[in-house]
């Protein structure tokens, strides 16, 4: 007998986790599958773990102001320590290039409910302890930016989502969906898998890098293609950073757009950074380039971590869609079938607020957030007419 549920998700990772949760939370009853072992084993726990609403685009900016609120609260709500560290998010600015650039995101980033403001090169200094002064003008700094640990968040979620009812089936591929089809419309009813079929009033994909093959199952086209970025953590050393940095500026030595870093609550350095070549595809090895070129830009910007010592590297994915934009809710060709998918290397950040938006579309109808705010991630809309967003 096939067995049925208010709502199967596709992916336990970083934005499939949160939506488990706000359903079982509302009551509905919910099945998680994942093609790994256990929750969190994909692309979440690849992540540095920064939290941030200082982006350009207004939905990215509610939604992670919704994932901050919730991650911020969530010890108090919960007992359980997920890492939650509040030390805001800091875009020192060398060039007036970057300067421009920035001043001219600051009165969308207002008008949408985000706290930031330019400061000058004396309260970056206060701010990033050690910074290189030759030729800093300033910066923007948006205090109520953070870091959170994506381990212990993944475990957190999914031990709060079993609490509340739902269930995991881990090692479990989806292989197809059930749709049922009248005339021109498509709707989807639930999922078959390596081991068994499940039906469901609402399927959600939250599939990552493997996003587009559950797509074509529905009929739908969305382009979302894995590209890989490196990241390393230092040893622990003496507690002087609050906020993760960025440095948007383009690296001198031609191969990196920016980079970024924060200590954590550990007191350990995690750093990353944006390759103008990209990777494409799914291979997650480490390079030979990425260290030598990630040292020569930390110890530029804050000579005093000349003496940091490296503890780990990786690789993780980034499912990137043409205009740099994340492709959530529900396409108006199919019915049943949910999307949030082509994260582009934000899905923990954003995780928690998408969530809770899908989680009152699928129940309700509506997200939280306003509607035309959030239909600007719709999977309706033209992939190739937009630009990649400023920060990024």
Not at 91 to 99: A, G, H, I, M, N
Not at 211 to 219: H, K, P
Request: proline share 5%; net charge neutral.
């Amino acid at each position: 007998m096939t067995k049925k549920y208010d709502v199967i998700i596709i992916g336990a990772g970083s934005v499939g986790l949160p939506t488990a949760y706000f359903l079982s939370k509302a009551g509905e009853r919910v099945l998680i599958l994942d093609e790994l072992s256990s929750s969190g084993q994909g692309q979440n726990k690849s992540a540095i773990g920064g939290v941030r609403a200082t982006h350009s685009d207004p939905a990215k900016i509610q939604i992670c102001l919704q994932s901050l609120d919730i991650f911020s609260k969530w010890m108090d709500e919960t007992g359980a320590n997920i890492g939650w560290k509040k030390g805001g998010y800091c875009f020192p600015v060398f060039r007036r290039k970057e300067e421009d650039i920035l001043k001219s995101i600051l009165p969308i980033q207002k008008k949408y409910g985000l706290n930031i403001d330019w400061v000058d090169s004396e309260k970056i200094m206060e701010i990033i302890p050690g910074i290189n002064q030759n030729n800093l003008i300033g910066g923007t700094y948006s205090p109520g930016d953070g870091q959170v640990s994506p381990l212990l968040s993944s475990e957190s979620f999914t031990n709060e989502s079993v609490k509340l009812g739902a269930e995991f089936r881990y090692k479990e591929n989806v292989t197809n969906l059930i749709t049922e089809k009248n005339n021109k419309n498509v709707t989807v009813k639930g999922v078959k898998t390596t081991k068994d079929e499940y039906k469901a009033d609402a399927v959600l994909n939250a599939a990552g890098s493997h996003a587009t093959c559950i797509c074509e199952m529905a009929g739908l086209d969305i382009p979302v293609n894995p590209d890989s970025h490196e990241a390393g953590i230092t040893a622990p050393v003496k507690t002087f950073l609050d906020p993760l940095v960025v440095d948007i500026r383009p690296g001198e030595e031609g191969k990196t757009a920016n980079f970024y870093f924060g200590q954590n609550l550990d007191n350990q350095i995690i750093f990353c950074y944006t390759p103008l070549k990209i990777f494409p595809g799914e291979n997650r090895d480490s390079t030979s380039e990425f260290m030598p070129v990630m040292a020569r830009r930390m110890v530029d910007l804050i000579p005093r971590l000349k003496n940091l010592t490296i503890r780990r590297l990786w690789r993780g994915l980034y499912p990137m869609t043409p205009d740099g934009l994340a492709v959530v809710g529900k396409s108006k060709n199919v019915e049943g079938f949910y999307l949030s998918i082509g994260m582009c290397g934000q899905g923990f950040m954003m995780g928690p607020g998408v969530g809770l938006n899908l989680a009152n579309l699928i129940i309700k109808g509506n997200p939280i957030i306003d509607k035309d705010v959030f239909n600007l991630l719709s999977p309706d809309r033209d992939f190739y007419s937009g630009k990649k967003e400023a920060l990024k």
